[in-house]
């Protein structure tokens, strides 16, 4: 029987205590505070929770958290289909619908649905952050923030792509990721005007134009403008290669280096070179390719003077000059300086042909002997003797002639001993042999 009515509300109370707690809830007494916060309550949580051990000072918000435990949600959202366990959270949610934002930071002017969102937001202001983490020591304004940052040290990956199956940690990871596979790319560059799905990407971006590199490699002293290329150069210097091509077993240290090796075996050679349209597998290539047509070479050899537009044609020469000869023909056992000058000699045993000439049609194994051939056609002839001044088409046709010249006649017949200066000369007099 409630027989202890309210003097203000009129409010009956079956217990003199509740009506006391009534009493001071309308005087504003709060007697009971919190030692970790400070925080004051009118009364003391004797409704203690059994499972998390979270203690409550009234009967409905005990209720409500039981629910919370239960997975009861009552409170069903009829646009969205998502469900809620209290009637405030619910409230909340139906305000994003509505796009009520009442919240308004006095800053910036930014407008929150929840006041606990401008909460947050108005500590990132002023530079609040209180909640640090304590296995890498980064600080946070929320302790949300702190929660989801925790996730990453984890593992935690709940926020899964429905497009790729990538999973993220964050939500806001996610929403970024989609933007990506949607093509969608709202961070433009003000200086070259290329776009970025993420606005991180494009402060990376900045970076390189204002020449900010802030990732240094202990090994080396290499400096980078984004850490992930300091992580892949370190795997180099480690050794450390756990990509690994299924086709022909080359391993590489980063996955973007298997993704372009792939790309080799598949024949996809997307970087086109925009005056002589040549394609590259590889966008590093297409570059040096362009200092080839620039006439920018950089690279010089110590020994003869000569230039090259990249560091590889350097070496070559390099093993040139020291004889080595690392490329060897499995058929004849002929060995070559670079891969390239094997692989045209294999063409040879295979008596492959690709460059046909328009004109008379003859074909060649090297693009190089049809271009000596159609001087033939145009009649030019850019290598002159310095002794009696005739000219030639070829280098090689200039070289027998000045066998002539010295009296140099290496080329000597088996059968009879005659001597000749030019190979070919040799040939046709071995035919007078055998008929």
């Not at 134009?209 to 080396?220: M, R």
């Not at 328009?358 to 271009?371: A, E, P």
């Amino acid at each position: 029987m409630k027989d202890c009515p309210c003097d203000m509300a009129k409010n009956p109370f079956s217990q003199k205590v509740n009506r006391k707690l009534h009493t001071y809830a309308h005087a504003g007494i709060k007697n009971h505070r919190c030692a970790t916060c400070g925080k004051a309550f009118f009364r003391k949580g004797d409704l203690k929770c059994d499972i998390c051990g979270k203690a409550f000072t009234q009967n409905g918000h005990f209720k409500q958290h039981m629910d919370i435990h239960a997975g009861v949600k009552t409170h069903n959202c009829g646009i969205c289909g998502k469900a809620f366990s209290h009637k405030v959270n619910f409230k909340r949610h139906m305000d994003k619908h509505a796009g009520n934002k009442d919240h308004k930071c006095d800053i910036c002017g930014k407008a929150f649905t929840q006041k606990s969102y401008l909460k947050k937001h108005t500590a990132w202001h002023v530079g609040d952050k209180n909640h640090k983490c304590d296995i890498c020591g980064n600080t946070f304004t929320c302790k949300g923030g702190l929660k989801k940052h925790r996730d990453i040290h984890a593992g935690i990956k709940n926020h899964k792509c429905d497009t790729c199956g990538k999973a993220l940690s964050r939500k806001s990871d996610l929403k970024q990721h989609m933007d990506m596979h949607a093509g969608k790319k709202d961070h433009e560059c003000d200086i070259c005007g290329k776009a970025f799905s993420q606005s991180g990407h494009l402060k990376q971006h900045m970076d390189i134009h204002a020449g900010v590199k802030n990732y240094k490699c202990d090994i080396c002293g290499k400096a980078f403008t984004q850490k992930g290329y300091l992580k892949k150069h370190t795997a180099r210097h480690a050794g450390d290669k756990n990509h690994k091509c299924d086709i022909c077993g080359s391993t590489f240290t980063c996955k973007g280096g298997l993704k372009k090796h792939m790309d080799i075996h598949a024949g996809v050679k997307n970087h086109i070179c925009d005056i002589c349209g040549k394609a590259f597998f590889h966008k590093v290539t297409l570059k040096l390719h362009m200092n080839t047509h620039a006439g920018i070479k950089d690279y010089k050899c110590d020994i003869c003077g000569k230039s090259f537009s990249q560091k590889v044609h350097l070496k070559y020469h390099m093993d040139a000059h020291a004889g080595v000869k690392n490329e060897k023909c499995d058929i004849c056992g002929k060995a070559f300086i670079q891969k390239v000058y094997l692989e045209h000699h294999m063409d040879m045993h295979a008596g492959n042909k690709y460059h046909k000439c328009d004109i008379c049609g003859n074909t060649f194994m090297w693009k190089v002997s049809l271009k000596q051939h159609i001087n033939i056609h145009a009649g030019v002839k850019n290598h002159e003797c310095d002794v009696c001044g005739k000219v030639f088409t070829h280098r090689s046709n200039l070289k027998c002639h000045m066998d002539i010249h010295v009296g140099g006649k290496d080329h000597k017949c088996d059968i009879c001993g005659k001597a000749f200066t030019r190979k070919d000369k040799l040939k046709t007099h071995i035919n007078s042999h055998t008929g």
